[in-house]
């Protein structure tokens, strides 16, 4: 009797867990369904809630552990030149024209502003992205790599040297702004391969939508609105 009791009570429990079983696994496949519907939509979600700009901003500083986005080093062997007119005399006598150049290597880092003005705009599944301006790092001048030397002139060339050699600094962040063509189109990637990352790591239907990055001053497609409004 005492066998038979045992069998008939692991019975009964075998077939309540057989009805069971169907129930709660339809259940939790049903919230499986449901959260990966709720995460293929999360990008258009976003974009409607208004929070893109605040979760990029959130990614941006966590990855790069700063509020920049340095994209670019870029290293030169930069030519300073300075032309002066000495004057004699009291400052009526003119003397001949100098020119002193200067040669030496400079390292420029390139960065956007995580902080600063960023713009999303979605249509047809393309984001996309508009950047605040590409600024620079103080250029970082070796100076221990500087040569001078006096290309044109004969009279106070020491002072001409001198005054070169205190406005390396000035010129060198001239140079900088020339350089940032240089740098664009490796910004650009960089930038878009950064945004792409983000929305991989947050989105799981990021494989559907293409970014294109754009930085100020350049022309936008025809068609995009921001805020309702045409981008400039």
């Given amino acids: ?86 004057r004699t005399g009291f400052g009526y006598i003119p003397l001949p024209e100098i020119i002193v150049e200067a040669r030496a290597p400079v390292e420029y880092t390139f960065y956007l502003d995580l902080k600063g003005k960023w713009d999303f705009v979605l249509t047809d599944n393309v984001i996309h992205v508009f950047t605040p301006s590409i600024r620079f790092n103080r250029p970082s001048v070796d100076a221990s790599a500087i040569t001078y030397e006096v290309k044109k002139g004969y009279l106070k060339t020491e002072e001409a040297l001198d005054n070169l050699k205190q406005s390396i600094t000035s010129l060198a962040v001239l140079k900088a702004r020339e350089n940032i063509p240089l740098v664009r189109e490796n910004g650009r990637k960089q930038t ?24 100020p001053g350049e022309k936008t497609p025809e068609g995009v609105l921001l805020n309702n409004a045409p981008l400039p």
């Fill in 1 to 86: 009797m005492f066998v038979i009791g045992i069998i008939a009570l692991n019975l009964s429990l075998i077939l309540r867990s057989c009805r069971t079983l169907p129930g709660e696994t339809l259940e939790k496949t049903g919230q499986v369904i449901e959260k990966t519907g709720k995460a293929v939509a999360d990008i258009a979600a976003a974009f409607r809630q208004g929070t893109i700009t605040t979760e990029f901003f959130s990614y941006g500083t966590t990855v790069s552990n700063q509020q920049y986005f340095q994209f670019a080093t870029l290293k030169q062997k930069e030519v300073f030149t300075r032309s002066e007119e000495a």
């Fill in 192 to 215: 878009t391969e950064f945004v792409e990352g983000w929305l991989m790591k947050s989105f799981s239907d990021s494989k559907n939508y293409t970014v294109k990055v754009y930085f």
